[in-house]
């Protein structure tokens, strides 16, 4: 055998045990050779990760949808090459290997108790099988929010081919003023299409509401339609390039019920062709950002008006 010890190390966190959003980790992987010895790879792999049974629940005006399946959800994930410059032939003694990354500064939505935060090792050898380890690390969620991040301003671009029912391609660009909104204010939307296309489309707004109750080992998350835009103005000819504004007053959004589980609000724009054989919705835009911070009791999720008709704007 040629490799006694294959182990990782890492420092502990200044003043507490727990790692916590934005802090950086610093370790070594160490490795012992009895024998001098060829390594083509050895890299550090940090996650953060939560399995869980999901049942998710889609509320509409006829009923209701619901699929329920295991999963696993990655808070992050860090990969990092500790052989700078490719494979190496290693001296017989013990070698050590520093690493350093970063955890995200972000809100990682979880039950605690069966979230997962692991620092892994992989060393590969030729003509013999993979060596891994394993360690884990604590980690606290911040109490507090890094409202910066949430006043940063969001830009996705979209491109889409017709094919079935026209010819041409139609580019979108949605603009957001900041990635996260108080009840009383407005959100302001910016979308420049460029429509060069055989088929005129028109832009459709909503906002759903998406209602997440963590339980040990299991996540309900029920999503509903709130608010929704239905201007027959807003054409966009084929050949054309035009810029929609939309003002959305966030007042109208449902207000919070008291209770246990999260409350965020999801912005949906797409763009739909205005032929009536052309039914598919296309160029898809979701900010996934939480717009109103809100609670809502778990046990009148489904008795409070929650499949009513959304309101327009």
């Not at 609000?265 to 996934?288: G, H, M, S, W």
Request: hydrophobic letters at 35%.
């Amino acid at each position: 055998m040629t490799i006694k010890t294959f182990l990782i190390e890492h420092d502990e966190v200044d003043g507490g045990t727990h790692f916590t959003n934005g802090d950086t980790i610093q370790g070594r992987v160490i490795v012992e050779i009895l024998k001098e010895a060829e390594i083509k790879s050895l890299t550090l792999i940090a996650k953060g990760y939560e399995n869980f049974h999901l049942t998710d629940v889609f509320l509409t005006s006829y009923g209701s949808r619901r699929n329920s399946y295991p999963t696993v959800e990655f808070f992050y994930k860090v990969k990092q090459d500790l052989l700078k410059t490719g494979p190496q032939i290693l001296g017989e003694g013990r070698h050590t290997f520093p690493f350093s990354f970063k955890i995200p500064d972000k809100e990682m939505t979880t039950s605690s108790n069966w979230a997962h935060h692991q620092l892994k090792a992989k060393l590969k050898q030729p003509r013999k099988r993979d060596k891994k380890v394993k360690t884990k690390f604590l980690f606290q969620q911040k109490e507090d929010t890094d409202e910066f991040q949430h006043m940063e301003p969001q830009h996705v671009c979209i491109e889409h081919n017709f094919k079935s029912c026209g010819s041409g391609t139609v580019t979108m660009n949605v603009y957001t003023e900041q990635m996260a909104y108080k009840a009383d204010e407005t959100l302001n939307i910016k979308v420049e299409i460029n429509n060069q296309s055989t088929v005129s489309v028109r832009p459709k707004f909503t906002i759903y509401r998406k209602q997440k109750i963590l339980l040990p080992r299991q996540r309900i998350i029920i999503t509903s339609k709130v608010l929704q835009n239905l201007n027959k103005a807003d054409i966009i000819a084929a050949n054309s390039r035009v810029t929609v504004t939309k003002t959305i007053p966030l007042e109208k959004l449902p207000g919070p019920i008291c209770g246990v589980a999260k409350n965020e609000y999801q912005l949906k724009v797409c763009l739909k062709p205005t032929r009536k054989f052309a039914e598919q919705r296309i160029l898809v835009f979701r900010d996934n950002s939480e717009l109103v911070p809100q609670t809502l009791a778990q046990l009148a999720l489904m008795n409070n008006g929650m499949n009513r008709q959304p309101e327009y704007f």
